[in-house]
Nanobody, 116 residues
């Protein structure tokens, strides 16, 4: 089992920045890909960014050039640096991890609110 704990959400004005963190524990040695997803009110959960154990990244078009995903493998932690935030980035952000057995794990979510 893998446990994921997110931190770093909050409220910010448009154009501001936030940094999310997600620390994995438990059987974290088995983790391969980690990522961030988000869900806005009344909308489906959507991919924000992912990063493999080797550092290959993937971003949603809506965040390219503004968000940066990174990870510290020694600490089993993934980060999401969010710059130039827009009101449409407002959502609950969820950390996700997939292990080598293709099992998926989710964090509890952290709220990000961007005001105009």
């Amino acid at each position: 089992q893998v446990q994921l704990v997110e931190s770093g959400g909050g409220s910010v004005q448009a154009g501001g920045s936030l940094r999310l963190s997600c620390a994995a524990s438990g059987s974290s040695f088995s983790i391969n890909t980690m990522g961030w997803y988000r869900q806005a009110p009344g909308k489906q959960r959507e991919l924000v960014a992912t990063i493999t154990g080797g550092g290959t990244t993937n971003y949603a078009d809506s965040v390219k050039g503004r968000f940066t995903i990174s990870r510290d493998n020694a600490k089993y932690t993934v980060y999401l640096q969010m710059n130039s935030l827009k009101p449409e980035d407002t959502a609950v952000y969820y950390c996700n991890a997939e292990n080598i057995f293709r099992s998926l794990y989710w964090g509890q979510g952290t709220q990000v609110t961007v005001s105009s």
